[in-house]
């Protein structure tokens, strides 16, 4: 049986559980929360609900980290010490904080992903191909539309398909990111990437990438109508980095997916 332990107890904690119990391989080991006594009733299945860090390292073979930023330094940091494997989601992460997550790959296995959709996963690789093949003649434009809730923009996943766009031109998304939500209307410099942002309701994701020529446009999206398929995407990266050595790794390594 594999046991797992989850870092942060929102929305995907509660995915994520559901789909543990649905699954009579699996067990919840224990669910780290900044407020543990309003979180017990939402996982009955837990060997624990705990605001205690420590908590998710007894008896568990793999920590997921759907918790904030800040929490994730200090998850990575101690998974590092106990020697778990660790998945994290938290998308926002700074540099200092994913200097944390770097840090722990070196000592433990670490999957870390943006977005834990395994089509996700796809499109990026589609996106790259795509960007490499048409080249800069095509202009490159990223929509994306969240939830109210969410706090980042552009999404973590927006900026994962502009890096797929950037590094398959031989460039860096920091140098061809053309976001300016105060100017909506304005013209993106010729060779940018411009996003486009959209937070409305309950909508869990949806990103649609463009590349447009004056006599022809290519089309590739995702959209998604539950996290649950992020959870799936979280628990399948937890069976497969149980069984791999120290490193930083992505959902394209736990597909699979050829990127040369």
């Known amino acids: 049986m594999n046991r797992i ?5 929102g929305r995907m904690g509660e995915a994520i559980a559901r789909q543990i119990a649905a699954d009579p391989a699996l067990e919840l080991a224990a669910v780290w929360a900044r407020d543990a006594s309003a979180a017990a009733s939402r996982f009955p299945g837990a060997g624990a609900v705990s605001d205690e860090l420590g908590q998710l390292f007894v008896a568990s073979d793999c920590v997921i980290d759907f918790s904030l930023p800040a929490g994730s330094v200090q998850v990575a940091a101690r998974a590092a010490d106990e020697g778990t494997p660790l998945v994290c989601g938290v998308s926002g992460l700074n540099p200092e904080q994913f200097s944390a997550l770097e840090a722990a790959a070196a000592r ?13 996963a796809v499109l ?19 929509d994306e539309t969240h939830h109210v809730h969410k706090l980042d923009a552009p ?3 927006a900026l994962k398909l502009g890096e ?9 998304l920091e140098d061809l990111m053309w976001y300016a939500p105060e100017e909506p209307d304005a ?7 411009r996003f486009t942002v959209e937070r409305r309701g ?20 995702h959209s998604v109508t539950s996290r ?29 997916l050829d990127t040369q």
Do not use: C, K
């Not at 013209?187 to 990437?193: L, M, N, R, T, V």
């Open 5 to 9: 332990a989850l870092a942060g107890a």
């Open 108 to 120: 433990i296995p670490v999957v870390f992903d943006r977005n834990m959709s395994q089509g996700v």
């Open 124 to 142: 990026t690789e589609l996106v790259r191909q795509a960007a490499a093949a048409l080249g800069s003649e095509f202009r490159a434009f990223i």
């Open 155 to 157: 999404s973590g996943t």
């Open 164 to 172: 797929a766009v950037a590094g398959a031109r031989g460039g860096s």
């Open 187 to 193: 013209d993106a410099p010729e060779h940018s990437i």
């Open 202 to 221: 309950e909508v869990p994701g949806e990103h649609e990438l463009r590349f447009v020529s004056e006599s022809e446009r290519l089309t590739l999206g």
């Open 228 to 256: 649950d398929v992020f959870a799936a995407g979280a628990l399948r990266a937890a069976g497969w980095v149980r069984q791999q050595p120290p490193g930083l790794y992505a959902m394209r390594d736990v597909l699979g």
